[in-house]
């Protein structure tokens, strides 16, 4: 049961992950990554602070602003509930439903503030995410490329200099020698334990 449940949590977080990455529907959403020499690959992507995402904040037949249509909570909820297990409940709460309720009611587009992003609408059906959080946002990362296997095995166990030339280099341009060194400094934040996150979550 709790095995399923793992790969339950896991499926959920990795999802979202290839969803930013690499599904583009837009042209613009070319921006949602930082694109890095993975291991052994050169197909891996890296989040970036802002992404977009193709979610409408109006209303498609009438075109009046609506941000709290149940397609559009449903999507941020979801990406919500990503973060609730990345967090290690760490982060204060923030009313989802009352925040777009309180931004329809003022017609407040830009910058609406949630739990672990800002969200801005715009008419042509795009979402504009900004993460508040760049650790966390770092740790997914980190738990995508992980599971994508554009990671070296030996990451986040191996210090900077006892690593290979090429597992350096994909370091280099996954996130740099030093933010490397915090991660291996704080691995038990950085690198995600889901069957413990069960217990935290449950």
């Known amino acids: 049961m709790s095995k399923e449940m793992t790969q339950g949590v896991e499926d959920t977080i990795l999802n979202l992950f290839e969803e930013f990455s690499h599904k583009h529907y837009y042209d613009e959403s070319s921006k949602n990554v930082h694109l890095y020499n993975g291991w052994k690959t050169n197909k891996s992507y890296k989040i970036n602070k802002k992404i977009i995402i193709p979610l409408n904040g109006y209303c498609s037949w009438l075109g009046h602003y609506s941000p709290t249509d149940y397609k559009v909570l449903e999507k941020l909820k979801d990406i919500e509930k990503v973060f609730n297990y990345l967090d290690n409940g760490l982060t204060e709460d923030i009313n989802i439903d009352e925040s777009l309720k309180l931004a329809k009611h003022y017609g407040e587009t830009k910058k609406i503030e949630l739990k672990y992003f800002y969200v801005t609408f715009y008419k042509k059906g795009t979402c504009h995410i900004e993460f508040k959080d760049k650790e966390m946002l770092k740790k997914f990362n980190i738990f995508g490329s992980q599971k994508k296997n554009w990671l070296p095995p030996s990451y986040g166990k191996v210090k900077y200099q006892d ?21 291996v400094n704080n691995a038990s934040y950085y690198i995600l334990d889901t069957s413990k996150l069960l217990l935290l979550t449950s």
């Open 163 to 183: 690593m290979t030339a090429e597992e350096k280099d994909v370091i280099n341009d996954f996130e740099g020698a030093q933010s490397y060194s915090d991660t």
